[in-house]
């Protein structure tokens, strides 16, 4: 048995990955490899899978929202990536794609010769966005079967005779910290910061570093998406003023700055997390913590984009609307002040216990594992 995981975009890979760690822990005599529709696949790599293709950088990272984004995207070669992807997909013949992204990545999946196609609609929730009526009638005709990311979703899909089931969202699944010792203390709040994982995260990165100068004094915990160079953030921190202690670690007044590779134990220990992330921001509100968001520069740091989290996200999520620097930093200040001295950023995460193995289920109700 052979499985090829299609997907679109770092968040989808990591999904995805929760799918493979599952189909393995299960003993399923396959071969598994992937076809990354955006970006280099370094997930999948760590993970030993090969990877089909190579992606070019599109300006809008895979997340083109608006007629300029698209333009952009078709003027850096969108179209020819696109047929190259069509031509690659056509010429695989395994027994299970699993696609995990939004009805494009259905739709790339589609070209592949298979027996099952397993769709997990990840880029919707019906909480904030319905698929449209097209969209539903593509997930009706080339998915088996189709794992929503939340409960609603999956009735409202299920009402269209598509075979839907809900076994929890493999987004939070094994979000557990490795007990990784970190170089802060109780004296002052630690807070998480979250840049995202596409291009976007450098300039939203020299973004928030500056947001928060004006908190009084802190401890930042940079939580870096493997695809991110270190070096490219440090020149940035350097060039707005940050003193260099190492290669990991920075200082600017009282404040002090460490860049660290574990997401997990980077987001479990703050106090407050303030992010520009998708993916991680929801990940750290299922942990329990209070995210601050306000807009940044690109196409997954959008108000829209981040209104549509609060939707999504509740009580623990906080969207600053100020565009104007100086207040935006007094905001996000009060902001982060109320946070840490209410503790709403602490909370008991027994309610998601439940879902922490949905990518477990998932694997039972596709292959009949136990």
Excluded at 102 to 111: H, P, S
Excluded at 177 to 183: C, D, F
Excluded at 292 to 321: A, C, H, M, V, W
Aim: charged letters at 20%; aromatic letters at 10%; one cysteine or more.
């Amino acid at each position: 048995m052979t499985i090829l995981f299609v997907s679109n975009g770092y968040g989808e890979d990591l999904i995805a990955c929760q799918l493979v760690k599952a189909i393995r822990e299960s003993n399923l005599d396959v071969d598994m490899m992937a076809c990354p529709l955006v970006g280099d696949g370094v997930v999948y790599q760590k993970h030993g899978l090969g990877i089909l293709g190579k992606n070019r950088a599109m300006p809008s990272g895979g997340f083109a929202r608006t007629a300029w984004g698209f333009f952009c995207d078709i003027m850096a070669g969108l179209f020819n990536q696109f047929a190259g992807h069509v031509q690659l997909l056509r010429k695989v013949k395994v027994s299970h794609v699993i696609a995990v992204g939004d009805v494009y990545c259905l739709w790339m999946a589609k070209n592949v010769s298979r027996e099952t196609l397993v769709f997990l609609p990840t880029a919707k929730s019906h909480l904030f966005m319905k698929h449209s009526f097209i969209e539903r009638l593509i997930i009706k005709k080339y998915s088996d079967i189709v794992f929503p990311r939340d409960n609603l979703t999956t009735t409202d899909l299920a009402r269209e005779k598509i075979n839907a089931y809900f076994f929890g969202n493999p987004m939070m699944d094994n979000l557990e910290p490795s007990g990784l010792e970190l170089p802060v203390t109780n004296e002052s709040p630690v807070i998480a910061i979250l840049p995202g994982s596409r291009a976007e995260a450098y300039v939203n990165f020299e973004l928030i570093c500056d947001v928060v100068e004006g908190l009084s004094e802190g401890q930042f915990l940079v939580a870096l998406a493997p695809q991110l160079s270190v070096e490219k953030l440090a020149e940035r921190l350097q060039f707005s003023g940050w003193e260099f202690v190492d290669s990991w670690s920075f200082r600017k007044g009282r404040n002090s700055l460490f860049l660290i590779s574990n997401f997990i134990d980077v987001v479990s220990r703050a106090d407050v997390v303030i992010g520009l992330a998708g993916t991680a921001n929801e990940q750290a509100v299922f942990l329990g913590k209070s995210v601050i968001s306000f807009e940044g520069n690109g196409p997954q740091s959008t108000k829209e984009r981040f209104l549509e989290q609060k939707k999504l996200l509740g009580e623990l999520y906080f969207f600053i609307d100020e565009k104007d620097r100086k207040q935006l930093r007094v905001k996000v200040s009060k902001q982060v002040q109320l946070i840490v001295e209410k503790a709403e950023g602490i909370s008991d995460n027994s309610d998601f216990v439940s879902v922490q193995y949905a990518s477990r289920d998932i694997v039972k109700k596709v292959f009949g594992t136990t």
